[in-house]
């Protein structure tokens, strides 16, 4: 038991699994607590509505000065000048994707506010000052592997390996701030629909012998409440999946203590705390 706790089952880590090539740009696993953001009327800010963002908290926010022609000001050691951003109580920040084009000089009635923006190669993200009634926690979901039955589950199958182990692949409630789980993660996302990626993993593993192709172990009747030797549907324990409980926002949270928050992460310029890191790649 203990072993398959660690995640080792016979000798075998789940870490061993080969995972196809594709997983490397297709899978992602996110490491901090989204929000979805809806009901916004704020001029410029409508552009959040029904998009998510991930939760950065209310600490450590700076943002670049720039002088008159619109440049970044810069210390004599080459850094940014950084000027320290206030979040009211009732506001939240959150990194989004989405650029709202708001004017530097555009005054929010609501506490709305553009921080900075974090580059991190090719890639931007926005900061913004969000009222936390805006806010609603997304409940994510996560594609995962484990030697033994989940307990909470969306939905599953149970395949045969070629090894003579059993391998369980399922779609299970995700919390970011959960560690030392007897399960694997490969991906997650704010939806309970997985079936490009299982089929992905279906065709390598046959492919490349890891599981026995389940079209060819069909059986003719039912044997122990199987009709297919090589792969054995879960049943789920969890009820429908609803992306957020739009009844509570983050207004009536009395405290993000218990939520994962984008903490103290940044990029070159720092006007996040340090290095931008916007999730963890190691599935």
């Not at 809806?38 to 509505?49: A, H, Q, S, V």
């Not at 440049?71 to 004599?76: L, S, V």
């Not at 792969?231 to 739009?246: F, G, K, R």
């Amino acid at each position: 038991m203990m072993q398959i706790l660690k995640g080792y089952h016979r000798g075998y880590n789940l870490t061993d699994i080969p995972l196809p090539p594709e997983a490397k740009d297709r899978f992602f696993v996110e490491s901090h607590q989204k929000v979805i953001l809806r009901g916004i009327t704020e001029e410029y800010y409508t552009k959040l509505n029904d998009t998510d963002a991930l939760l950065r908290g209310t600490d450590s926010l700076y943002r670049r000065e720039f002088d008159y022609k619109g440049e970044f000001i810069k210390n004599k050691d080459g850094s940014y000048k950084l000027k320290e951003v206030t979040c009211p109580a009732d506001c939240v920040a959150v990194v989004s994707p989405i650029s709202i084009g708001v004017p530097n000089n555009f005054k929010s009635k609501e506490g709305f506010a553009y921080v900075d923006m974090i580059t991190k190669g090719n890639q931007h993200r926005f900061v913004y000052l969000v009222p936390k009634k805006y806010c609603y926690k997304a409940q994510q979901t996560a594609l995962v592997l484990s030697w033994s039955k989940i307990r909470r589950l969306y939905s599953g199958v149970l395949l045969s390996m070629q090894n003579g182990c059993y391998l369980y692949v399922s779609i299970i409630p995700y919390k970011p701030s959960k560690r030392n789980v007897a399960y694997r993660v490969l991906h997650t996302k704010t939806d309970t629909d997985y079936t490009e990626e299982l089929n992905l993993l279906r065709q390598y593993w046959v492919n490349n012998n890891i599981i026995f192709n389940p079209d060819h172990c069909a059986l003719s009747e039912y044997i122990r409440g199987r009709d297919n030797m090589a792969c054995l549907s879960l049943d789920a324990t969890e009820d429908m999946y609803d992306i957020y409980n739009n009844e509570r926002s983050l207004a009536g949270v009395e405290t993000l203590d218990d939520i994962e928050i984008f903490d103290n992460e940044g990029q070159e310029y720092n006007p996040l705390g340090s290095d931008y890191e916007e999730c963890d790649r190691d599935i």
